[in-house]
């Protein structure tokens, strides 16, 4: 597993983004359109959110106690 190196602002903006979609299916590519940036930087962000306990292991869901705390 990579090394954290800290959250990014960018990081935020993704939670909040999937956290909006709810119980909605959505795919990394569709949050990257919405929020006009690569997919790349989306699964980069999504990455770190994983390591600093922000989402669930499968990716999709956000743990919403600890982004507020955060």
């Not at 499968?58 to 919403?64: M, P, R």
């Amino acid at each position: 597993m990579k090394i954290h190196r800290g959250m990014r602002p960018l990081d935020v903006a993704v939670l909040i983004k999937i956290a909006q979609k709810g119980n909605q299916k959505w795919y990394m590519k569709d949050i990257a359109y919405e929020l006009m940036i690569s997919a790349g930087e989306i699964s980069e962000s999504i990455n770190r959110s994983l390591i600093a306990g922000l989402v669930s292991s499968d990716k999709k869901n956000v743990n919403k106690l600890a982004l507020i705390d955060f």
